[in-house]
C-alpha cells in the first residue's frame, strides 16, 4: 500500500480531487462556495443546476436545488433549525455584507431549507427566482406592499378567492391604494378601468371557485401594451398544467398549502418572477418577517418530489369525477374547464396541459338545506375548507367562507344556495364517483 499518494495515478484521483478544488478556491481569495466544488466526476454545483435545466419535470421536481451531496452524506433534506448563522472569522462576515458568498445570515431573511424549496419552485414555474412565504396570502401581501405605493391602482377579474379580494378592497385601500373590479375575462373593461396610476394587473387562472380560465395572451399583451405589470395568481393550476412566465406574465403567485405541498399539513406561499423585480419583494419580506419553520418546508420539499405523480392523479381523478356529474340528473351546473360545456374551456385546453382537481357544481332544484345533506352524505371527501391535498375535501361555499356575506354580496361573487366545491385528492376515481353517487342519490 503506497503511503505517497502521488505516485499512485488511480489513489490520486479518488481522494485528492474534491479538497484540492476546494482549497484553491479558497487560497485564491475567492469564496469556497458550493459552486466551486467538484461534485460528481467533475460537475459543479451550478453545472448540476443547468443541466436539470434540460431534464423532465419530475426530474427537476425530485433533484432541482438540491446539493448534490448533502450532510453526513444524508440523501434527504437535513432540517436546519437554526435562527442565525454563524461565520468563521471578520473576514468571512465581509465576504458575505460585500456579496461574495452565497449563504444565510438570519431566518428572518432566508434558511437553508428555504432555499432549496425556492429553487425547486422556480425551475418548475422556469422562472429567475422564486420567493417562499408563510402563505399564499403572506405572498400576495408581501408583492403587493413592495410593488405599490399610495396613489397607485390596480385592476383585477372580480372571480378570485375571497381573502385577496379583502385584502385590497378593506386594506390597500388604507394605504392610499385604489383597487378595480371588472368581470372576469372582459379585457375591453380592464383596459377602460387603466389609467395612468395603474401599476398591475391581476387575476386568478383558473378562478377559484368558478374554475375560470383567463386568455393569458391577451392579460400580458394588455399590461404590455399598457406599461403596467401582471400578476397571475395558478395555485389552481400549478406549474404542472400552466406556465405563465411562458406567456411573459410578470409574477407567478401560488398557495404552496395547496397542490405544491399536496397534503393538506403546511401553510406556505410563493411568488416567482425575474430577479430584478423581485428585488424590493425579498428585501421587504426580510422586513415584514413572513418567513417559514424549517421543518414547514422540509415537508414542501418532500411533498413536491412526488408532485408530477400526484398532478397526474388529481387531474385524472378531476376529469373523471366532473364528467360524472356533468351527467347525473340531480347536477345543474359544472364549473370545470376541461369539459367543454365550460364557457372558457377552449382557453384552458390551449393553455393548460391538465385541468387540476377542483370542481364546482350546482345541485338541481335544491335550497341550502338539501345541498347540505349531500355534503353530509359524502363518505371519502371530508368537509374542510382547502383544495388540492391527497384528501378529497367537500364544501359547501354559503356555510364555509360566504356564511357572513349578505345574499346581495353572494350573488355579486356568484355564490350560490345550492353550490357545491369539491377538491379530488388521490384516491381512487371509482370510489369517488361511486361515494358521490350514494350522497347526490341519498339525499
Ligand atoms: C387561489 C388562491 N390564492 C390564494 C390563497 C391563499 O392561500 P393560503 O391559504 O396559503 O394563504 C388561496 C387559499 O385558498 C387560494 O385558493
Known sequence: MPTDMSIDSDAHDLSCDEPNEAAKASDSGGPASESALKHHKGETQAEMTERLQRTGFSTQSVHAGEKRQKAEGSISAPIFTASTFTFDSTDSLMRFVDGKEDRDEYGRYGTPNERTCEAKL???????????????????????????????????????????????????????????????GDFDAMEAAINANT??????????????AVDLEKFVALGKSCEVETLIDATLATPFNL????????????????????????????????SEALEPVRSLRGILGSVNSAHNMYLLERGLKTFELRMQRHNENGQRIAEFLDRHPR??????????????????????????????????????????????????PRIAPSLGGVESLIEQPLVMSYYHCTPQERASFGIYDNMIRMSCGIENADDLIADLEQALDAS
Open 331 to 380: 347536477v345543474e351546473r359544472v364549473y370545470y374547464p376541461g369539459l367543454v360545456s365550460h364557457p372558457t374551456h377552449e382557453i384552458a385546453a390551449s393553455q393548460m396541459t391538465g385541468f387540476g382537481g377542483l370542481i364546482t357544481f350546482l345541485v338541481k332544484d335544491a335550497d341550502w338545506k338539501a345541498t347540505s345533506r349531500i355534503v353530509d352524505a359524502a363518505k371519502i
Open 199 to 212: 401599476k398591475m394587473l391581476v387575476s386568478e387562472s383558473p378562478t377559484n371557485p368558478h374554475l375560470t
Open 122 to 184: 422556480a425551475a418548475l414555474e422556469g422562472a429567475e427566482e422564486a420567493i417562499i412565504y408563510s402563505s399564499g396570502m403572506a405572498a400576495i401581501v408581501g408583492l403587493l406592499m413592495s410593488r405599490l405605493s399610495a396613489g397607485d391602482e390596480i385592476v383585477f377579474f372580480d372571480q378570485c378567492y375571497h381573502r385577496s379580494r379583502e385584502f385590497c378592497a378593506k386594506h390597500l385601500s388604507r394605504f392610499g391604494v385604489v383597487t378595480r373590479q371588472v368581470p372576469t
Open 243 to 274: 406556465r405563465p412566465i411562458d406567456y411573459g406574465v410578470d409574477f407567478v403567485l401560488h398557495s404552496a398549502t395547496k397542490y405544491l405541498g399536496g397534503h393538506n399539513d403546511l401553510l406556505a406561499g410563493v411568488i416567482c418572477g425575474r
